[in-house]
Every structure is written in structure tokens, then in C-alpha cells.
């Protein structure tokens, strides 16, 4: 039977996904064209760059205030006051994992 994927592999002479620079095997070839600035796939490299203006909006310092305020530790007197029911800050943010969400 012919396989239309395999033959597309042996025309461009790479095998799937080593666009992305996965060598997996298992990923469909990359398109041309990306929609996104990332890679989806598990194991390829591609860096995001995101920009933000030096010059901030009065509001926006605000929301970046506020969540530099909630990405604290929870204090020690609220463990003793729940008795140890909540132990860490579950919305903790790290700046290169998760976006505060402008």
C-alpha cells in the first residue's frame, strides 16, 4: 500500500518532525508557515520573546503591583491558624513558567 507521509519523508529526504527538532519519529512534518511563536511539541527548542514598553500605563503598574503582591509565600500563622490544612500558596508564580495574564 502506499503511504503518503513516508513518501513526502523520502521526497524531502528527512525524517517526521525534524523540522521542530524533535527526531521522535511519531509527529507529523512541521508546517511551512507557523501560526504561533512557539513549538508544541515535547522537546523542541524554540524561545519566545516577549516585549514590554519600559513605559508603563498607571493602571497597568497597578496589576503588576497587585500580582507582585499575591506571589508571596503564605505566612507561618496561617498554617497554625488552619492547622496545617493549607500548607503553600497554590497560585504562586514563577516569570518564566506562568504569565500573570495581561
Partial sequence: MRDPVREA???SGSPRGAQCGTQSGTL???PQTPKAPFCHHPGCVWLTVISMSSHKTFRLQ???AKK???NRPIP???RMKTGNKVRYNSKRRLWGRTKPGL
Fill in 68 to 70: 507582585q503582591k499575591q
Fill in 62 to 64: 497597578g496589576f503588576l
Fill in 28 to 30: 507529523g512534518p512541521r
Fill in 76 to 78: 507561618q500563622w496561617i
Fill in 9 to 11: 519523508e523520502r521526497e
